[in-house]
Nanobody, 115 residues
Framework: VQLVESGGGLVQAGGSLRLSCAASGFTFSSYTMRWHRQTPGKERELVAV????????NYADSVKGRFTISRDNAKNTVYLQMNSLKPEDTAVYYC?????????WGQGTQVTVSS
C-alpha cells in the first residue's frame, strides 16, 4: 500500500489549494478515504472523509463549507479542495486508508497559510 500526497505549499489567507493523494497497492475503489492534518504539539485531526463510492462525505466543523473532498476511482486518487484558507489551516496534511484493520498513511504535504 502506498499513499503519496502532493499539492501543498504557501498561500495567503483567503486563497485556495488543491491537495491530491495518489493511492496504489490496494483496490482503491473499495475503501473509504480520509484527510487528516497535524500541527506541532497537537493531535492529528480528521478533516474530511469520503466513502468508497464517493457519494457520501463528512467534514470537521472547522472546515465545513470551505473544503471539499472528492475522489476519482479511475485514477486511484483522492483530492482535497481547500478554499478561503485561514492561518489556522496551517498544518501537515495526510491522506489515510484503513485497510483490513491497518491504518496506512502518506508522508504528508505541508500547507502554510500566511496572514
Amino acid at each position: 500500500v502506498q499513499l503519496v500526497e502532493s499539492g501543498g505549499g504557501l498561500v495567503q489567507a483567503g486563497g485556495s489549494l488543491r491537495l491530491s493523494c495518489a493511492a496504489s497497492g490496494f483496490t482503491f475503489s473499495s475503501y473509504t478515504m480520509r484527510w487528516h492534518r497535524q500541527t506541532p504539539g497537537k493531535e492529528r485531526e480528521l478533516v474530511a472523509v469520503i466513502i468508497s463510492a464517493g457519494g457520501v462525505t463528512n467534514y470537521a466543523d472547522s472546515v465545513k463549507g470551505r473544503f471539499t473532498i472528492s475522489r476519482d476511482n479511475a485514477k486511484n486518487t483522492v483530492y482535497l479542495q481547500m478554499n478561503s484558507l485561514k492561518p489556522e489551516d496551517t498544518a501537515v496534511y495526510y491522506c489515510n486508508a484503513l485497510i483490513r484493520g491497518v491504518n496506512y498513511w502518506g508522508q504528508g504535504t505541508q500547507v502554510t497559510v500566511s496572514s
